[in-house]
C-alpha cells in the first residue's frame, strides 16, 4: 500500500507570499492530522480531522493558517501571509480508528520563507 | 539574541551492542504508547506499540517495555546496527480522541 504522500517536499518561498501544503493520506483511513517539526519545539500537532471533519484546530498557530480537507482523499494546509518563523518542516499522518491509534507520517514537507 | 533549540539527548552505542532509550509519560491516563524512528530527511516511522494492559511487548530486535507505576516506558534495540541511527519519539495517546503526544525525541548514533 502507499502511504501518506505530501506535496510539495521542498519548497522556499518570500515572505509575505501564499504556501498551500498537500496531502493524500493512506487509503481507508478515517483521521488525518498535520505537525509541524522545528528544532525549537519539536512536533507539535497543529489540527485533526476525523471523516473529512475538523476536531481540534488548538495547535494552529494563528489566523494566517488554515486546512482543509475536501474529501477523504485530500487535504491543504495552507499559509498566507508566509512569515520566516513559519520555516519548518510540515508532516501529514492519518490512521485508522479501529487500528489501536497508529498514525502512520508522511515524508513531509520542507518549508523555508527568505 | 541566542537561539536556544531542542537539545536532544543523545546515545552513543558500539555497533553490535544493545541500545536502551528510555521516555517518561506525564499522563497516567495514557492507555497506548508507541516508539517512532525518524532517519534524517523522513518522516517518523513507526517501530512498535504497546498498550497499558502490557508491560512488555517484542518486535523483530526491539522490545518496548512500560513501568505504568513510574510513567517509564523504554525501547530496547538489539544487536544496534549502522542503520538504527535516528532519533527515536515515544509519543501516548490518552484516549481523548485519536491523538499522540510525543516526547522530545532521542538521537541514538552507531558507532561501526
Known amino acids: 500500500d502507499a502511504g501518506v504522500i505530501q506535496s510539495p517536499r521542498h519548497e522556499v518561498t518570500e515572505m509575505g507570499q501564499e504556501v498551500t501544503l498537500r496531502c493524500k493520506p493512506i487509503?481507508?483511513?478515517?483521521?488525518l492530522f498535520w505537525y509541524r517539526q522545528t528544532m525549537m519545539r519539536g512536533l507539535e500537532l497543529l489540527i485533526y480531522?476525523?471523516?473529512?471533519?475538523?476536531?481540534?484546530d488548538s495547535g494552529m498557530p494563528e489566523d494566517r493558517f488554515s486546512a482543509k480537507m475536501p474529501n477523504a482523499s485530500f487535504s491543504t494546509l495552507k499559509i498566507q501571509p508566509s512569515e520566516p518563523r513559519d520555516s519548518a518542516v510540515y508532516f501529514c499522518?492519518?490512521?485508522?480508528?479501529?487500528?489501536?491509534?497508529?498514525?502512520?507520517f508522511g515524508e513531509g514537507s520542507w518549508l523555508t520563507v527568505v | 539574541g541566542e537561539s536556544v533549540g531542542l537539545h536532544l539527548p543523545t546515545l552513543s552505542v558500539q555497533e553490535g551492542d544493545n541500545s536502551i532509550i528510555n521516555c517518561a509519560y506525564s499522563?497516567?491516563?495514557?492507555?497506548?504508547f508507541i516508539w517512532y524512528k525518524q532517519e534524517s530527511g523522513k518522516g517518523p516511522q513507526f517501530i512498535i506499540d504497546?498498550?497499558?494492559?502490557?508491560d512488555k511487548r517484542q518486535g523483530q530486535r526491539v522490545t518496548v517495555l512500560l513501568n505504568k507505576t513510574v510513567k517509564h516506558l523504554s525501547l530496547q534495540i538489539a544487536a544496534t546496527q549502522p542503520g538504527d541511527s535516528a532519533v527515536y519519539f515515544c509519543?501516548?495517546?490518552?484516549?481523548?480522541?485519536?491523538?499522540?503526544?510525543f516526547g522530545g525525541g532521542t538521537r541514538l548514533m552507531v558507532k561501526p
Open positions: 499522518a492519518s490512521s485508522r480508528s479501529s487500528s489501536g491509534n497508529t498514525i502512520y
Open positions: 487509503s481507508g483511513h478515517d483521521y
Open positions: 480531522f476525523n471523516n473529512n471533519v475538523p476536531i481540534d
Open positions: 499522563n497516567s491516563a495514557s492507555d497506548y
Open positions: 504497546i498498550r497499558s494492559n502490557m
Open positions: 509519543a501516548e495517546n490518552n484516549n481523548a480522541g485519536n491523538m499522540l503526544t
